[in-house]
């Protein structure tokens, strides 16, 4: 199940990053409005990228199994709450993608609080 766990991480921090390169080299692609408006956006989700994905590979690396436990929970949550905006404005995408992350976060978080795998040393 470890291998569930590590392809949770990669295609997690893959997306992400995707993401906040996109949205620092071409903001107004991924959010109408301004350029201006949009290239804060994309300032802030670049942040928000590093400070939740980073961990993720660290704790990884190290084996930290119940650090990591909790950055896929945080992400896990931070994906479904981010699923409410695609609800509220009836964009099936910004629902599909976070909820099929969300998802895919919760299980590995689940499957790596199983004593079998949060007990393997460090």
């Known amino acids: 199940m470890r291998w569930y766990v590590v ?17 620092v080299a071409d903001p107004a692609s991924l959010v ?3 350029s201006a408006s949009a290239r804060v956006f994309g300032a802030y989700t670049t942040v ?4 939740l994905l980073a961990p ?13 436990r909790l950055m896929l929970l945080l992400n896990g ?4 709450l981010d699923t409410v905006p695609g609800l509220v404005f ?22 790596l609080g199983r004593d079998d795998l949060a007990s393997v040393p460090r």
């Open 90 to 111: 009836l964009h099936a995408p910004q629902v599909v993608g976070p909820a099929v992350f969300a998802v895919a976060l919760l299980v590995a978080a689940r499957l």
């Open 56 to 68: 993720l590979v660290w704790f990884l690396v190290l084996r930290r199994w119940a650090a990591l």
């Open 77 to 80: 949550v931070v994906q479904l």
């Open 32 to 34: 109408p409005g301004t």
């Open 48 to 51: 928000r990228a590093v400070v």
């Open 7 to 23: 392809v949770v991480v990669a295609a997690t921090v893959l997306a992400g990053v995707y993401f906040a390169v996109a949205e």
